[in-house]
């Protein structure tokens, strides 16, 4: 993102030096003897930033994926083929008999994603002729590092088969995440400021509701432990890890790239300091239906997704300056 900010910057400049030149304080048509019909169309260059949470509703995507497990019938408690092994050596898990095999893509998550952090944001445009209640924006959000941090990550009730409790329902937990996700915004948005008239007015607050249509870049840093050790005994997850000494997989640290249409909808007040400078207080509330965390390998050259957060809503709530030459 430092291209975009760049461009901002450049952008931002060539409108402070070259204003005096362009006469945009005198928009609209020459009459003569210097004067100028004002049509009320106005260059527009904002600047914002402020808090963002973050909801959204965890899915499992993990596919197919099968692990074993041993159960004790007087407890209930069910524990995985490789701890079992682990404490079977020790005579620990006397009592335990082998319950069977499980799918992990059955498994809910433990908690839906809520965070909170930061945002800015930088935008351009200009308001109609002859209907500058309406602006048009081109605008860029930038979303700081939220996080997902979750122990067990999966945790419900699993089918398992093929064993001595074959067809029974037992509870299994699974995982243990710590991650983050960040979020950029590329947006088009249209605004309705309520007021009457060519020129907005000085000293009040002017309501605006907007609406459009964005790109959304998301990306999501992984780190995924096998708490339970039902994941160290498949032989595909070994290409995402090594075991340790214990026979226990470590993951890699994985990171992924996921790229949404995003629709937009903001809202606010906005407060006229000087002529062509504006107070903003608004929120914008981003949805984006999809950002994936998955495993990467150790070059990065194969992913498997892992889980995934639907249906985002990102609400930004800032503080900016507006200025319309």
């Not at 790239?257 to 906005?270: R, W």
């Amino acid at each position: 993102m430092k291209c975009r900010n760049l461009f901002f910057v450049s952008l931002l400049t060539c409108f402070i030096f070259g204003s005096a030149q362009a006469n945009w304080q005198y928009p609209g048509n020459y009459i003569g003897d210097g004067w100028y019909e004002d049509d009320g169309s106005r260059f527009v260059i904002s600047f914002r930033g402020g808090a963002s949470i973050a909801n959204a509703t965890i899915k499992n995507r993990i596919g197919s994926l099968t692990s074993e497990y041993y159960i004790d019938p007087s407890s209930g408690t069910v524990v995985s083929a490789e701890f079992f092994d682990s404490c079977a050596s020790t005579g620990g898990c006397e009592g335990f008999i082998y319950a069977g095999v499980g799918e992990l893509a059955e498994l809910p998550a433990s908690k839906d994603f809520s965070s909170f952090s930061f945002s800015a944001g930088a935008s351009i445009g200009w308001t109609l002729p002859n209907k500058p209640q309406w602006r048009m924006e081109l605008g860029w959000d930038h979303i700081t590092e939220n996080e997902y941090n979750a122990s067990p990550l999966f945790d419900g009730d699993m089918n398992l088969t093929g064993g001595d409790v074959s067809g029974v329902s037992v509870h299994v937990q699974s995982g243990s995440v710590q991650s983050k996700v960040s979020t950029d915004i590329i947006s088009a948005i249209a605004f309705y400021d309520f007021f009457d008239g060519l020129q907005k007015p000085l000293r009040t607050a002017i309501p605006y509701i907007g609406f459009g249509l964005g790109y959304a870049d998301s990306k999501t840093i992984f780190n995924l432990s096998d708490l339970y050790g039902d994941l160290s005994t498949s032989v595909d997850l070994q290409n995402f890890g090594e075991l340790d000494e214990y026979g226990i997989l470590q993951f890699y640290r994985s990171e992924t790239n996921s790229a949404n249409v995003a629709g937009v909808i903001a809202f606010g007040v906005s407060y006229g300091i000087t002529d062509g400078t504006f107070l903003d207080l608004g929120a914008r509330v981003a949805y984006i239906p999809k950002i994936k965390w998955a495993l990467s390998n150790e070059d990065d050259t194969r992913q498997r997704d892992w889980f995934s957060a639907e249906n985002v809503i990102y609400a930004n709530f800032m503080l900016g300056l507006r200025f319309e030459f």
